[in-house]
């Protein structure tokens, strides 16, 4: 069982940046592949960026070379900077864990992109 605490987001102007945080409890941090995902009204839940355990990273086509992913596996922290912020970016931005066939959620948190 994976507990994952999200903080970080809010409201930012076009080209701002914001940093998420999430922070995992209850397992080994460093065996779990670590993912940021979003989904904004009306639309399925979509992939932003993922690292595995052995630090191999991912990013959607639409966040690359504006978002960063990171893991302090000392700290069971994944963390996801965002820059350069669109009006497109703006939706409920989620953590997720998984290993095998399980996956696990954090809260969830709004990410705001208006001037």
């Known amino acids: 069982q994976v507990q994952l605490v999200q903080s970080g987001g809010g409201l930012v102007q076009p080209g701002g940046s914001l940093r998420l945080s999430c922070v995992a409890s209850?397992?080994?941090?460093?065996?779990?592949?670590m993912g940021w995902y979003r989904q904004a009204p009306g639309n399925q839940r979509d992939l932003v960026a993922a690292?595995?355990?052995?630090?191999?990273?991912n990013y959607a086509d639409s966040v690359k070379g504006r978002f960063t992913i990171s893991r302090d596996n000392a700290k069971n922290t994944v963390l996801l900077q965002m820059n350069s912020l669109r009006p497109e970016d703006p939706a409920v931005y989620y953590c997720n864990a998984a290993r095998w066939s399980r996956a696990y959620w954090g809260q969830g948190t709004q990410v705001t992109v208006s001037s």
């Open positions: 209850g397992s080994i941090f460093s065996m779990y592949d």
């Open positions: 690292i595995t355990s052995s630090g191999r990273i």
